[in-house]
């Protein structure tokens, strides 16, 4: 089945470094979404992007939507703790199904 | 109080044994979504209904089934559970008129068939 390819699968870093996680893809999205999964949760969504070039903030967090529509990336600024999680990014073209990239697992060293 | 709600949390079953898995929400939302989650898989779809009257296949339904008995209900079945279908199984609801299609996840059932 069509997957995004989300790099890289795991990271682990120290407290307060920068993390940056890209996905890529052979089709063009429409959308991009970027979720967080903490452990013994569900994902919850961080970030959308819905136009190409677009380059959105959230706090540490910064995404762009590819100008090709077909890739995107996630930058998290001076990492906490509590940034441990997965984060998978999700591509969406029409009919409003989302397909997810197999996730970057980040691990924090205080 | 959670939105999405999945029961039951884990369950440990045997090869061949019938299994339902439940899930409900107070989002109001029409559609609703199964997935599975494996280590280095990201999340697949199995089936998502966008209404009571739905029923989609996903990416990975070989296996599975489905029943939408209501607006806040969709319960995922394996009918004969078999080893490889052991994973990480999330409900997720979302609104058509939203903007991002946000879907909002349950917390997860965690199935180990042995």
């Known amino acids: 089945g069509q997957q995004l390819n989300q790099s890289p699968q795991s990271m682990f870093i120290q407290e307060g470094e920068d993390v940056s996680m890209n996905c890529t893809s052979s089709?063009?999205?429409?959308?991009w979404l970027w979720y967080k999964q903490d452990p013994g949760e569900g994902p919850v969504l961080l970030i959308a992007l819905y136009k190409a070039g677009e380059l959105t903030s959230n706090g540490r967090l910064t995404a762009q939507f590819g100008i090709t529509r077909k890739d995107s990336f996630l930058n998290i600024s001076a990492s906490i703790p509590s940034d441990v999680g997965i984060y998978f990014c999700?591509?969406?073209?029409?009919?409003?199904?989302?397909?997810f990239g197999q996730g970057t697992r980040l691990t924090i060293n205080p | 109080d959670a939105d999405v709600t999945q029961t039951p949390r884990n369950r440990i079953t045997k090869t061949g044994k019938r299994i339902m898995l439940e899930c409900s929400q107070t989002?109001?939302?029409?559609?609703m979504y199964w997935y599975r989650q494996d280590p280095g898989l990201g999340l697949r779809l199995i089936y998502y209904?966008?209404?009571?009257?739905?029923?989609n296949k996903g990416e990975i339904s070989d296996g599975y089934s489905v029943s939408r008995q209501a607006q806040a209900k969709f319960s995922l079945s394996l009918e004969s559970a078999i080893p490889n279908q052991t994973a990480l199984y999330f409900c997720?609801?979302?609104?058509?008129?939203?903007?991002?299609?946000?879907?909002?996840f349950g917390p997860g059932t965690r199935l180990t068939v042995l």
């Open positions: 089709s063009i999205f429409n959308t």
């Open positions: 997720a609801t979302s609104d058509p008129t939203a903007p991002y299609n946000e879907q909002f």
């Open positions: 999700a591509g969406q073209r029409g009919a409003q199904k989302l397909v």
């Open positions: 989002k109001g939302h029409d559609r």
């Open positions: 209904s966008f209404d009571v009257k739905d029923i």
